[in-house]
Nanobody, 131 residues
Framework: QLQLVESGGGLVQPGGSLRLSCAAS????????IGWFRQAPGKEREGVSC????????KYADSVKGRFTISRDNAKNTVYLQMNSLKPEDTAVYYC????????????????????????WGQGTLVTVSS
């Protein structure tokens, strides 16, 4: 069974940091582009970051550029999202998703996406930024 499992969410004060992990099981991430998405209460899901299968290409939504860093360790079958300088508006459930042979793209709305079908989704991890 193909699975992605996110971890690392929690409660953090404004200005703080968290590192989210997205671990794959049942398949290897070597040929998958991975996107991180988030959904805040009452809002639509949006793509915040994406990394190509090789790790050579990364993209970020305008709202997180300069604060978030995406990376991957294919040997550990895991993708990470380092989130710094967190703001209350970053509060959301964060999901990772995988697209085989996918390519990261910029959306007109200033968010990111992938150009292929997102085949596998994780269950999400909650990030709450509050004092």
């Amino acid at each position: 069974q193909l699975q992605l499992v996110e971890s690392g969410g929690g409660l953090v004060q404004p200005g703080g940091s968290l590192r989210l992990s997205c671990a794959a099981s049942g398949f290897t991430l070597d040929y998958y582009a991975i996107g991180w998405f988030r959904q805040a209460p009452g809002k639509e899901r949006e793509g915040v970051s994406c990394i190509s299968s090789s790790g050579g290409s990364t993209k970020y939504a305008d709202s997180v550029k300069g604060r978030f860093t995406i990376s991957r360790d294919n040997a550990k079958n895991t993708v990470y999202l380092q989130m710094n300088s967190l703001k209350p508006e970053d509060t959301a459930v964060y999901y990772c998703a995988a697209a085989s042979f996918g390519r990261c793209i910029n959306n007109q709305a200033g968010t990111i996406g992938l150009n292929r079908y997102l085949e596998v989704w994780g269950q999400g991890t909650l990030v709450t930024v509050s004092s």
